[in-house]
């Protein structure tokens, strides 16, 4: 089993949807996650951060289910510029805290 | 929010040449950098992680001799490519992490990429 694992889409949604990832982890012992976003031919950049069983962040619900290890992350009243690849990411604790990037979900959104 | 800059942002070279990018964080201290590869349509993969003034750790299948990383300062991490060929093409981006701060935040640099031809 992969150590991230996410669906690759593409998820093609018009405006206004809303479009829901999912992303599984194999550690057990992860305490925290993250979702960046990442922009064609750019650094990915932060999103969201999840410590507890969920975070919030107006259009944006990250949601974290550790009994079937898995985080997801809702996206409410996409825009066009909500297009990107989101990549779930996972922190191996101890030692310098490496992060382990799931291979991203695109989503493309349309008018 | 802190600031992660590399350069150059994009070098064509030569096979067998050997290509340096360096990272830099810009408005913090940085005791550990991260160093990157993304090949397309595929995720990033960790090469190595760097702590200033100690050897950098690498990840399983990464060739140390064939990267080399010097992080000198809490500021500065170079990765160089040495004698690099065709297939080292690739998107390289590394990241920093907040001296003292709390959590795994890391904060990525724009990227650099790399064409061998």
């Known amino acids: 089993r992969k150590e991230v694992e996410q669906d690759p889409g593409p998820f093609n949604v018009p405006e206004g949807a809303t479009v829901a990832f999912n992303c599984t982890y194999s550690?057990?012992?992860?305490?925290?996650f993250f979702w960046y976003r990442q922009d064609c031919r750019k650094e990915p950049k932060l999103l969201m951060s999840?410590?507890?069983s969920g975070n919030e962040d107006g259009r944006f619900t990250a949601q974290l289910n550790r009994a079937s290890q898995y985080i997801s992350l809702l996206i409410r009243d996409s825009k066009l510029s909500d297009s990107a690849t989101y990549l779930c990411v996972v922190p191996v604790s101890g030692g310098y805290n490496k992060l382990i990037f799931g291979a991203g979900t695109r989503l493309a959104v349309h008018p | 929010g802190a600031v992660v800059s590399q350069h150059p942002s994009r070098v064509i070279c030569k096979s067998g040449t050997s290509v340096k990018i360096e990272c830099r964080s810009l408005?913090?201290?940085?005791?550990?950098m991260f160093w990157y590869r993304q090949f397309p349509k595929q995720s990033l993969m960790l090469m190595a992680t760097?702590?200033?003034?100690?050897?950098?750790?690498?990840e399983q299948g990464v060739e140390k001799d064939k990267f080399l990383i010097n992080h000198a300062s809490l500021t500065l991490s170079t990765l160089t490519v040495t004698s690099a060929h065709p297939e080292d093409s690739s998107f390289y981006i590394c990241?920093?992490?907040?001296?003292?701060?709390?959590?795994?935040?890391?904060?990525f640099g724009p990227g650099t990429r790399l064409l061998v031809l």
């Open positions: 990241s920093a992490r907040l001296a003292g701060g709390l959590g795994e935040t890391q904060y």
């Open positions: 760097s702590n200033e003034g100690s050897k950098a750790t690498y």
């Open positions: 550690n057990s012992a992860s305490q925290s």
């Open positions: 999840v410590y507890s």
């Open positions: 408005d913090f201290q940085a005791t550990t």
